[in-house]
């Protein structure tokens, strides 16, 4: 069951949180043939520190499992709790305990179920989650958890009713999530069920769909949250414009009962926002050979920057999107609001859209040039994580067709800057990248190729630096 919470809802907040941004600075005239630039927003401001609080303690999700029943299956020693204080002590930062409407006390998932992963042992808050395995239909542990919870409270109980929505949210998109390998996550899916089971005028709770999902999960990594401030539009393909604290309210869409308490999430979502733009990236922990590094950085300048800007004293991000054919990686994920503009349609008419902090999805044909802070980081690459170092990504005849890690976050090649990994023949079980499945390819972003092996392991040392 504590599983069960990770695999799902917090892959809504990827969908919510995934490349949130300020107004940056406009790209000049001059950008790339096969580039658009995305225009800045006005954006709400907040205040970091309460956002902070509210993303360790606050009830974005309102709902969720009986305290008392989550400590007696999962006891609360946990060492990941961040040090938090009251009820919350021992509980793991994926989880927030709120009193539901009712008062009742609950565990629920948090935004850092997500956004939060370890790397070489260390637990680094904004690094994307690349573990979770969310290839399996996890809707039997709810039944399971249905029946445990009635027959502790009874189901007219208040226990019942603090629990409940977050089994129905659940059941609906169970179904429709699983992922074909382990790593990458679903999060535009579990949009697209949840919203096929919200009215779009009041966000209240419909529960047969009221347009067609369908079946198949366009996968997506989770990029790191220090990226968001630099950007002008939210997601891969710059669907999400308008205002950001709007769009990551719908967080709260797998529980909350109407557009009242979306409202409420909303106002409290310019201080996440506000927190994570004070978020910077882990420094490389090992020896840079500055020389190498500063060959690199003359190779970057002159390949990479126009795309994905200029870093160190003088930093610039030009907020580019890159178009399909341009850029070559897969289509899918950009292709897929296009196919089925139910998506976007019912976000575009729904409550988010309206007033003066409105916000919309807009679909574009391409992705954008992300900025390449902690990229060393990062690991995997491209938007659907099928590319295990950046040594293949700058290379595309290494990159592999089938490709295995430990999901130990330690197993680090700090050669090749990325997972570890083994080349496989087929894909033999979850753990295999399967880079044959439509969505899941890793062609593409072949500008590295034109380099000669010297100018890439420069550039390599210098990506370290950033």
């Excluded at 609950?106 to 573990?131: F, K, M, S, Y």
Aim: proline content about 7%; hydrophobic content about 35%; glycine content about 8%.
């Amino acid at each position: 069951m504590q599983k069960t919470l990770l695999l799902y809802f917090v892959l809504l907040l990827v969908l919510t949180f995934n490349c949130t941004s300020e107004p940056g600075p406009e790209p000049g005239p001059d950008h790339p043939e096969g580039t658009t630039p995305i225009p800045a927003s006005t954006q709400r401001s907040g205040d970091a520190d309460a956002g902070y609080q509210y993303l360790i303690y606050g009830d974005y999700v309102s709902h969720g499992i009986p305290l008392a029943v989550f400590k007696q299956v999962y006891g609360a020693a946990d060492p990941d709790d961040i040090g938090r204080s009251g009820n919350s002590a021992g509980i793991s930062f994926r989880f927030n305990v709120v009193a539901a409407p009712n008062g009742v006390q609950v565990v629920a998932p948090t935004c850092l179920a997500c956004h939060a992963e370890r790397l070489n042992g260390q637990l680094v808050l904004g690094l994307g989650n690349n573990t979770t395995d969310n290839t399996s239909d996890q809707a039997a542990n709810f039944q399971a958890a249905d029946l445990a919870v009635q027959f502790l409270y009874g189901k007219n109980s208040p226990e019942w009713a603090a629990y409940y929505p977050l089994s129905r949210g659940y059941m609906a998109i169970g179904p429709y999530t699983r992922t074909k390998v382990r790593g990458p996550n679903p999060a535009d899916k579990i949009f697209a069920t949840l919203a096929a089971h919200r009215n779009s005028t009041d966000l209240s709770w419909i529960d047969a769909p009221q347009f067609t999902v369908p079946t198949a999960v366009v996968p997506t990594d989770v990029p790191a949250w220090w990226l968001l401030k630099k950007k002008n539009a939210l997601y891969y393909n710059a669907l999400g414009v308008g205002d950001f604290a709007r769009l990551s309210a719908a967080s709260g869409m797998l529980v909350m009962q109407d557009s009242s308490e979306a409202r409420q999430i909303d106002t409290r979502m310019t201080d996440i926002i506000a927190w994570i733009r004070t978020l910077e990236p882990p420094a490389y922990p090992n020896a840079i050979d500055q020389n190498l590094a500063q060959q690199g950085k003359l190779v970057f300048e002159k390949n990479c920057a126009k795309c994905h800007g200029n870093y160190g004293s003088t930093e610039t991000y030009p907020n580019l999107l890159v178009n399909l054919k341009t850029v070559g990686t897969d289509p899918l994920l950009s292709q897929t609001y296009q196919t089925y503009p139910e998506y976007h349609t019912w976000y575009n008419n729904s409550w988010y859209a309206q007033g003066a902090h409105k916000a919309q999805l807009l679909p574009n044909d391409g992705y954008i040039a992300p900025p390449l802070d902690g990229i060393w980081a990062t690991a995997p690459y491209l938007h659907n994580g099928s590319v295990p170092t950046l040594e293949d990504l700058l290379d595309s005849e290494l990159r592999p067709v089938y490709w295995k890690r430990s999901f130990d976050n330690s197993d680090y090649d700090s050669v090749k800057l990325g997972w570890k990994y083994s080349q496989e023949a087929s894909k033999t079980d979850a753990n295999t990248y399967d880079t044959t499945l439509p969505g899941y390819g890793n062609g593409g972003h072949t500008f590295g190729d034109v380099l000669d092996s010297a100018s890439r392991r420069a550039l390599l040392e210098y990506l370290k630096t950033l």
